[in-house]
C-alpha cells in the first residue's frame, strides 16, 4: 500500500484536475493535517513540484509511453506524474519512486499497475530527455520545461516577444520571495524578526522586507508581521488616504491593514467583503494585528449598500490570478484560456458600481493580481474614456520602479514576486 503522503498527494492532484477545491484549501484538509510533520512536508514536496514542473514531467514521461499522455486515463497520468517527480527532482531512491507509484496505481487504477511499473523503470533507466532549447524553440521550452499551458506560453510570447516569455516562466518555476512587514504597534517587531532568522532587506516598496522563508510561522501567528507580496504592498499604499477609505473587497485583511497602519492617527477603514467565510479571515487579522481604525461590514462591490463618500475606493478585483502562478502553481493548470476576459466582465461591473462612491478630489485605485491586458488596461482604459471626470493620477516618487506608462506594475521578472498592476484615479 502507499505511504499516507503519496496517497494524499494523488487525491488532491485529482481534484484539482476537476476543478475543485483550491491547492491551499485541500493542503489544509484534515487528511494533509494529520500527516506526521515530516510528512506533511513531503507531502508538499510532492504536490507542489508535480504541480510546478508538470510540463516537464510529462515532456520526460512521453517517449516512454507508447500513446499521447492525453490518452491516458486521469488517474494513471497523476500517478505517473508524481513518480516521475520523485525519480527526477526528490531524493527518492528509484526502487521506492517505482513501487510506490506501482502501489498507488493498484489501489486507484489497479489495470494500469503494470504500464506504471513499466514507464517509471524506463523513466529511471533512460532519465529525462534534453530540453527544447529556449532561444531556438521558446514555445517548446516554455510549454515543457518552463511548465505553462501552452495558450499562456503563445500569448505571452505574442505580448512580451520570446526573450521576456521565457524569462517570465524561468522565474515562475521557482517559490517567490518571502516578504512581509512588520507591525508597527509591536515595539522592535523588526529586531524579533532578525532574531527569528529572517534576516530582513528591505526593498522599493516602503516597510517592505524579503526573509528567509520558512522562518516567519511563530511572528505570523502573534502578529509581529504579515507576509505580504510587495506588489500587494504597492497597491496598499497607493490607495492609503487620510479620511474615509473603502476597501471594497478586503479579504484577506493585508491590504485593508496596511492602509489602516499608514492613517492609523487620520484615516478610517471600511472593510467590505460579500463572503460570510471571508469576513470571518479578515476579522481575525484585523483583531490580530490590533489595528482599530478598520470598520467590517458585509457588502458586495457589485452592489454597495454605502450612501456616503469616500476619500479613497479600493478595487482590488477578483481577477484570474494569473499573475501568481509561481505562489499558486495550480492556478496555471486551472485557468481557462477564456477566464481573463470572462474575468473582466465582472471588474468592469465593479468599477462602475464603485465610482459613485468617490468624493471629489478623492481617488479610485483599480489592481488586480493578474499578468493579462483584458482585466488591466482594457478594464481601465473605456472607464476612462466613459468617465472625463477622471484621470490616471501621478505615482509617488518611491513607486517610480513599478512605473508602466500612466500605470504601476510588479513584474515577476524584474521584481521577485507575484505580477500586481495599479492604476491610481482622481476625480476632478
Known amino acids: ?138 514555445l517548446g521550452w516554455l510549454t ?74 511563530g511572528l505570523t501567528a502573534e502578529g509581529v508581521i504579515y507576509p505580504q507580496d510587495e506588489g500587494s504592498q504597492m497597491v496598499g499604499h497607493l490607495a492609503a488616504s487620510p479620511g474615509l477609505v473603502l476597501d471594497a473587497c478586503a479579504a484577506p485583511g493585508g491590504k485593508t491593514t496596511l492602509m489602516a497602519d499608514l492613517h492609523a492617527s487620520d484615516g478610517r477603514i471600511v472593510a467590505a467583503e460579500a463572503s460570510h467565510r471571508r469576513r470571518l479571515t479578515l476579522a481575525a487579522l484585523v483583531q490580530r494585528w490590533g489595528v482599530a481604525n478598520v470598520r467590517i461590514v458585509g457588502a458586495d462591490a457589485l452592489r454597495p449598500p454605502f450612501r456616503q463618500v469616500f476619500d479613497s475606493v479600493l478595487l482590488d478585483a477578483p481577477c484570474s490570478g494569473a499573475g501568481t502562478l509561481a505562489r499558486h502553481p495550480d492556478i496555471r493548470w486551472r485557468l481557462a484560456s477564456d477566464e481573463p476576459r470572462r474575468q473582466a466582465q465582472r471588474q468592469r461591473e465593479m468599477i462602475e458600481s464603485l465610482a459613485p462612491l468617490v468624493a471629489s478630489g478623492g481617488k479610485l485605485v483599480y489592481a488586480t493580481c493578474s499578468t493579462e491586458p483584458e482585466e488591466n488596461e482594457d478594464v481601465v482604459g473605456p472607464f476612462l474614456a466613459a468617465h472625463p471626470e477622471f484621470a490616471p493620477d501621478p505615482l509617488p516618487g518611491w513607486a517610480g520602479r513599478f512605473a508602466d506608462g500612466l500605470f504601476a506594475r510588479t513584474l515577476p521578472e524584474r521584481d521577485g514576486g507575484d505580477a500586481f498592476f495599479a492604476a491610481v484615479l482622481r476625480r476632478g
Open 1 to 138: 500500500m502507499a505511504t499516507a503522503a503519496r496517497s494524499v498527494a494523488f487525491r488532491i492532484l485529482r481534484e484539482i484536475d476537476r476543478g475543485g477545491s483550491t491547492l491551499a484549501d485541500l493542503l489544509a484538509h484534515p487528511s494533509a493535517e494529520r500527516l506526521s510533520r515530516r510528512d506533511r512536508a513531503f507531502l508538499h514536496e510532492l504536490v507542489l513540484g508535480t504541480l510546478r514542473h508538470r510540463g516537464a514531467l510529462d515532456h520526460a514521461l512521453a517517449p516512454h509511453v507508447d500513446r499521447p499522455l492525453a490518452e491516458l486515463d486521469a488517474d494513471v497520468l497523476a500517478v505517473l506524474r508524481l513518480g516521475a517527480n520523485q525519480l527526477l527532482r526528490l531524493r527518492v531512491p528509484p526502487r521506492a519512486a517505482v513501487s510506490e507509484s506501482v502501489d498507488l496505481a493498484r489501489q486507484n487504477a489497479p489495470r494500469a499497475s503494470g504500464l506504471v511499473n513499466a514507464v517509471l523503470r524506463r523513466l529511471a533507466r533512460h532519465g529525462a530527455p534534453s530540453p527544447p532549447d529556449p532561444r531556438a524553440d521558446p
Open 144 to 217: 515543457t520545461t518552463g511548465s505553462l499551458p501552452r495558450w499562456i506560453a503563445e500569448r505571452w510570447i505574442d505580448r512580451l516577444g520570446p526573450e521576456n516569455a521565457v524569462a517570465r516562466g524561468r522565474v515562475l518555476l521557482d517559490p517567490p520571495a518571502s516578504v512581509f512587514r512588520s507591525n508597527p504597534r509591536v515595539a522592535g517587531a523588526l529586531a524579533r524578526a532578525e532574531e527569528a532568522g529572517l534576516r530582513p532587506r528591505a526593498l522599493f516598496v516602503p516597510g517592505a522586507w524579503a526573509g528567509d522563508p520558512g522562518r516567519a510561522t
